[in-house]
């Protein structure tokens, strides 16, 4: 930014502390929130830019907390494995550039092949790359032969599992990954049946918390939802199968279901027809009336649900995987304020990315100027007339 401030004048502001008529002002050197409240442009100092926002909605970028960069929507994800690492990272490259375009201005990315997706941050923090920042996990820690095992770290036993938690923490990585259960994308693995152990998973846990980085699990079955839960897990990813009990212990125990809604739908809305593997397709279609009975017991048990996209997954593209799941998130039950707050603040404290999700003093100004109200219309995410990361116009 060249200019010492930038003020967004004359709009309102939307974020999960509400929707109110106030002026942003920007600092140009930090890209940090100097200010917000009405008629601010008069107080900015110096060498000011002004945005005119009147009529329009200044709304905290997004946050989508489960994403595969190098995916990119394909039929068969597993025809990915043979390509280049190469390719793969010219592909993650451009999801970059899809993410943020879309108002996604933060993503954590839940497994790629060797340090894909930690470089990958970094080419984005250095300037290399336009796009989102990044929270990677490396590789995911994986049973030999288990769900995602083609790009995953495979380990078995507890010191195995130790070991491969405290290689991806070497490399960098801001989350730790594992697979506590069979998944709808690898041939050959049951979705629902348990793969870690829940004393592997714990493993993986205390590994990950010795250095203060959060957790996270693949899990569609009841018993692989509940051995990571006991396990300390930070967040379940999918969640396909909870029941009421389930429900209520992650309630009690404070662990963050990520629902990724639009993976499921991807396969199912498409199907063996547009080139999905035939037990992918049988295996989604399992998994879809369970889900929905999922939502009903989470919202029920008050569990925290933060949103998150598998984005990369059969049609589920970038740059489309968040829009389409906040209106999802709204179907299987949430408010638009709710959906606003899970994909905003509640997304950006499961990454442990404290200075973003809202649109206050201090904060990143990670910005999307809407035409409507997020809190009132969950669509709202398709008419963005701006982003901004860090104070910098990307669109």
């Known amino acids: 930014m060249d200019a010492d401030r930038l003020v967004f004048e004359g709009g309102h502001v ?21 200010a917000v409240g009405e008629e601010l442009s008069a107080e900015a100092d110096g060498d000011t830019e002004t945005v005119d926002a009147s009529g329009a909605y200044v709304a905290p970028g997004l946050v989508d907390s489960h994403v595969h960069l ?23 490259a451009a999801n970059l550039r899809a993410n943020v375009e879309a108002g996604v201005t933060t993503v954590r990315d839940l497994g790629a092949p060797g340090s894909l997706a930690l470089d ?6 250095e300037g290399v790359l336009v796009g989102p920042r990044v929270v990677a996990c490396g590789r995911n820690v994986v049973m030999t032969g288990g769900h995602g095992h083609w790009f995953g770290r495979e380990a078995d036993g507890e ?24 998944g709808v994308l690898t041939e050959g ?3 629902g049946a348990p793969e870690l152990t829940e004393a592997e998973l714990a493993v993986l846990v205390d590994a990950a918390s010795t250095k203060g980085v959060p957790t996270a699990a693949h899990a569609h079955g009841k018993e692989g939802i ?11 990813e999918h969640g396909t199968f909870m029941d009421e009990d389930t429900a209520e212990l992650m309630a009690r125990e ?36 369970r889900f929905e009975r999922a939502w009903e017991h989470a919202l029920d048990a008050g569990v925290t649900i933060a949103m998150g996209t598998d984005a990369g997954t059969p049609f589920n593209f970038h740059g489309e995987n968040a829009l389409r799941e906040m209106e999802l998130m709204a179907e299987y039950g949430l408010s638009a304020p709710e959906a606003l707050e899970a994909a905003t603040a509640t ?49």
């Open 14 to 34: 939307a974020d999960v502390d509400g929707t109110r008529r106030a002026d942003v002002v920007v600092d140009g050197e930090t890209g940090r929130i100097l």
């Open 120 to 125: 990958a941050g970094r080419a984005v923090d």
């Open 189 to 191: 693995a049951v979705t």
């Open 70 to 92: 190098m995916m990119d929507g394909r039929p068969d994800v597993a025809t990915a494995n043979d390509e280049s690492r190469e390719l793969l990272s010219y592909r993650a």
């Open 254 to 289: 404070g662990t963050y279901w990520v629902p990724t809604a639009s993976a499921l739908e991807g396969i199912v809305e498409n199907g063996v027809e547009a080139g999905i593997p035939e037990s992918a397709v049988e295996k989604a279609e399992d998994a879809q009336e």
């Open 347 to 395: 997304a950006a404290e499961l990454l442990g990315v404290d200075d973003v999700g809202r649109v206050a003093e201090d904060y990143r100004a990670d910005l999307v100027l809407l035409e409507a109200d997020p809190n009132e219309d969950v669509t709202a995410w398709r008419d963005a007339d701006a982003v901004y990361r860090d104070g910098e116009r990307v669109v």
């Open 159 to 182: 010191d195995e599992v130790r070991k491969a938690a405290r290689e991806q923490l070497k490399r960098g990585a801001g989350v730790v990954k594992t697979m506590a259960t069979g």
């Open 226 to 236: 509940e051995n990571a839960v006991r396990a300390g897990i930070t967040s379940v």
